[in-house]
């Protein structure tokens, strides 16, 4: 037996002059459910679904009437809509009009008199196109809707990357400024002992000159601090700038960049770098965002040294050519990742760090960065008495 479910709460406009014919039949479409607006000719049938007071799902109409005939209205609604589903009825088989009813793209054709089983299968295969076709469109609507949250999503975690990314490197900025600073003070402090103490003679050449020199290189280490602390800031100011531009070069570079900003902080902590660079190839990268991506790495095992307080701790960087692309890996001896945890290390808010020192968005950021913005691979496994984090990026 035919499902008809899908047949209930669809309209469908009747043109039939016919009125004991339309009464049978309107009453039989109404036992499936289905609104009938019924039209005595093909004017009134036309005129109806002009004015589109009701959204008609499906046309069932007779082929002579007075007036406007079947096909004749067919035509001028096919002028608005091409695509509503029509079903024919008549009482003749000629040729001609079962070959108009194909160029107008007639769903189906069912003779006079009407089997009432014959109408309701026409019915299901008219409309089952339609109506799939809107469930489709609604279900890409709501995915839509869906893809726009989780880009607004991602938008919101970016920003989350962006600051806590932003809170390490103000925290290496005052790291890297307090020798400077320190030294800017001493120097300072020496130029104006000297001069309150009257150290040099200045009634005699020789005591002008020693004052000369003293001042001259002790304003000579303060204009050196300055640089570097000026040196500092443009460091970091060129890795937050925003600006997303494509660039052709070597690899070696950004991750030397990654390194002059964080250098300061493993130095500190006793964390031996050891670099080994054997790619030659220039690739098209967002130099900033493989930067951020190298600095999280780096940060993450420096956290994983301090956190398990490890001994000789050390990171190696390497980098080697592959037939379409590049490879980087960094690896780390700060302990191996526990199994049930390295399947889910890149996914947000996942953090194996103590509470207060991991956010769980680094890894996913550097994920999407490596993957959805340069269509590369990144994946960690456990080696020796570590972890390899490894990041392959294809020439293009």
């Not at 107008?104 to 008199?113: A, E, F, R, T, W």
């Not at 920003?159 to 400077?180: D, K, L, T, V, Y």
């Not at 700038?241 to 902080?265: M, S």
């Not at 790619?279 to 990268?285: A, G, R, T």
């Given at each position: 037996?035919?499902?008809?479910k899908?047949?209930?709460?669809?309209?469908?406009?009747?043109?039939?002059?016919?009125?004991?014919?339309q009464?049978?039949i309107?009453?039989?479409?109404?036992?499936?459910e289905?609104d009938?607006i019924c039209a005595?000719?093909?004017?009134?049938?036309l005129?109806i679904?002009?004015s589109g007071e009701k959204?008609?799902?499906?046309?069932?109409?007779?082929?002579?009437m007075?007036?406007?005939?079947g096909?004749?209205?067919?035509?001028?609604i096919?002028?608005i809509?091409?695509?509503?589903p029509?079903?024919?009825?008549?009482?003749?088989?000629?040729?001609?009009?079962?070959m108009?009813s194909?160029?107008?793209?007639?769903s189906?054709?069912?003779?006079?008199?009407?089997d009432?089983y014959?109408?309701e299968?026409?019915?299901?295969?008219?409309i089952e196109?339609?109506?799939l076709r809107?469930?489709l469109?609604?279900?890409n609507k709501?995915?839509e809707?869906?893809i726009?949250?989780?880009?607004?999503?991602?938008?919101?975690?970016?920003a989350q990357s962006?600051?806590a990314?932003?809170?390490?490197?103000?925290s290496?900025?005052?790291?890297?400024?307090?020798?400077?600073?320190a030294?800017?003070?001493t120097?300072?402090?020496?130029?104006?002992?000297?001069?309150?103490?009257?150290?040099?003679?200045?009634?005699?050449?020789?005591g002008r000159?020693?004052?000369?020199?003293?001042f001259?290189?002790?304003?000579?280490?303060?204009?050196?601090?300055?640089?570097?602390l000026?040196?500092t800031?443009?460091?970091?100011?060129?890795f937050?700038?925003?600006?997303?531009?494509?660039?052709?070069?070597?690899i070696?570079?950004?991750?030397?960049?990654?390194?002059?900003?964080?250098q300061k902080d493993?130095q500190t902590?006793?964390?031996?770098?050891i670099?080994d660079?054997?790619?030659?190839?220039?690739?098209?990268?967002?130099?900033?965002?493989?930067?951020?991506?190298?600095?999280?790495?780096?940060?993450?095992?420096q956290?994983?040294?301090?956190e398990?307080?490890?001994?000789?701790?050390?990171?190696?960087?390497?980098?080697?050519?592959?037939?379409?692309?590049?490879k980087?890996?960094i690896?780390d001896?700060?302990?191996?990742?526990?199994?049930?945890n390295?399947?889910?290390?890149?996914?947000p808010y996942?953090?194996?760090k103590?509470?207060?020192?991991?956010?769980?968005?680094?890894?996913y950021?550097?994920k999407?960065?490596?993957?959805?913005?340069?269509?590369g691979?990144?994946y960690?496994t456990n080696?020796?008495?570590?972890?390899?984090?490894?990041?392959?990026?294809?020439?293009?």
């Amino acid at each position: 037996m035919i499902n008809n479910k899908i047949l209930e709460n669809i309209t469908v406009l009747y043109a039939e002059d016919e009125s004991i014919i339309q009464k049978g039949i309107t009453e039989t479409l109404n036992l499936f459910e289905i609104d009938v607006i019924c039209a005595q000719d093909g004017q009134e049938g036309l005129s109806i679904f002009k004015s589109g007071e009701k959204k008609i799902d499906l046309i069932l109409t007779d082929i002579k009437m007075p007036k406007l005939d079947g096909l004749e209205m067919i035509k001028k609604i096919r002028e608005i809509d091409k695509d509503i589903p029509v079903i024919v009825t008549t009482a003749h088989q000629e040729t001609t009009y079962l070959m108009q009813s194909i160029e107008l793209n007639i769903s189906s054709y069912v003779l006079k008199p009407i089997d009432i089983y014959k109408l309701e299968e026409c019915l299901i295969k008219a409309i089952e196109p339609k109506v799939l076709r809107e469930e489709l469109i609604e279900k890409n609507k709501k995915l839509e809707i869906e893809i726009k949250k989780n880009e607004e999503k991602q938008k919101v975690m970016e920003a989350q990357s962006r600051f806590a990314a932003m809170g390490e490197m103000i925290s290496m900025i005052a790291h890297q400024w307090r020798q400077p600073l320190a030294s800017i003070g001493t120097a300072s402090f020496n130029l104006k002992y000297k001069l309150l103490s009257g150290k040099f003679d200045l009634e005699t050449k020789q005591g002008r000159d020693e004052q000369s020199e003293f001042f001259t290189n002790k304003l000579d280490e303060i204009e050196f601090y300055v640089q570097n602390l000026t040196t500092t800031i443009d460091d970091f100011r060129n890795f937050y700038k925003t600006d997303k531009i494509l660039v052709l070069e070597n690899i070696e570079k950004p991750i030397k960049n990654a390194l002059k900003i964080i250098q300061k902080d493993l130095q500190t902590n006793n964390i031996e770098v050891i670099l080994d660079f054997k790619s030659e190839k220039k690739i098209n990268i967002y130099e900033n965002e493989i930067i951020h991506v190298i600095i999280n790495l780096l940060k993450n095992a420096q956290d994983k040294f301090l956190e398990k307080e490890i001994k000789n701790s050390k990171i190696e960087v390497k980098t080697e050519d592959l037939d379409n692309g590049i490879k980087i890996e960094i690896y780390d001896n700060g302990g191996a990742i526990e199994e049930k945890n390295i399947d889910f290390i890149f996914e947000p808010y996942f953090s194996t760090k103590k509470e207060k020192n991991g956010t769980g968005i680094g890894l996913y950021m550097s994920k999407i960065i490596i993957e959805k913005n340069h269509h590369g691979q990144i994946y960690v496994t456990n080696t020796k008495d570590g972890v390899t984090f490894s990041i392959i990026l294809e020439c293009v």
